[in-house]
């Protein structure tokens, strides 16, 4: 069965600072792997999503993310954070011609900017 | 181009209860999905309707339910509420059904 891991379910990073969520996956072959956000009390926006061919992908609001086969990762990054990224982020996969095709999430990592 | 639209955003049932939650998916998009968020299970598929029929299903019983009309406009219910039922109910929709596009939620309280 697939599954996905968030490792840190807070993150703490200085305003202007790097960031890296990170994003492992259990699937048997390539996945389509997705990031959303989640700003309080709103729903998910679509970051960036993965699903073939060039393994960085951009995203949206200056979000990067770089899929990563030997290492089943797809981690999350943006240069120099701003308070408006505060948020929390989720991860998920999904298997690509699957019947019974949904997106398994990960449990979210919550992004705190520090002034 | 309008966005996923839910209704009500939020509301408050009593336990025993039933309620029914609205979603009306982005133009042109045919699946519609549902999803049930809370802090301690986290996001949970629910079901997908595509075309009026129901497609996919997740692990919730019986007690949840969701339709889907001609129009692609799909609703969903959950009859005899009880108080784990309190959540952020969330509806994507989808063109391809690979990439889905969600609503602001509906927040569920039940007391």
């Known amino acids: 069965a697939q599954s996905v891991t968030q490792p840190d379910i807070h993150i703490t990073v200085s305003e202007g600072a790097s960031l890296e969520l990170r994003c492992n996956y259990s699937y048997g072959a390539t996945p389509y792997l997705f990031w959303y956000v989640q700003s309080p009390g709103q729903g998910l926006q679509l970051l960036l999503k993965?699903?073939?061919?060039d393994t960085l992908v951009q995203g949206i609001k200056g979000f990067e993310a770089e899929f990563k086969r030997s290492q089943s990762s797809f981690n999350l990054r943006k240069p120099s954070v701003h308070w408006s990224d505060a948020a929390e982020y989720f991860c998920?996969?999904?298997?690509?011609?699957?019947?019974?095709?949904?997106?398994?999430w990960g449990a979210g990592t919550k992004l705190i900017i520090k002034p | 181009k309008a966005g996923v639209t839910q209704t009500p955003r939020y509301l408050i049932k009593t336990r025993g209860q039933q309620v029914t939650l609205s979603c009306s998916p982005i133009?042109?998009?045919?699946?519609v999905s549902w999803y049930q968020q809370t802090p301690g299970q986290g996001l949970q598929f629910l079901f997908e309707y595509f075309s009026e029929t129901q497609r996919n299903k997740g692990n919730f019983p019986g007690r949840f339910s969701g339709r889907q009309f001609s129009n692609s406009r799909s609703e969903m219910n959950v009859s005899t509420l009880e108080l784990g039922d309190s959540a952020l109910y969330l509806c994507?929709?989808?063109?391809?059904?690979?990439?889905?596009?969600f609503g602001e939620g509906s927040w569920l309280t039940v007391v």
């Open positions: 993965y699903f073939s061919g």
């Open positions: 133009s042109g998009h045919r699946s």
């Open positions: 998920a996969v999904a298997s690509p011609g699957d019947s019974n095709y949904q997106l398994i």
């Open positions: 994507a929709s989808s063109r391809d059904r690979n990439t889905i596009y």
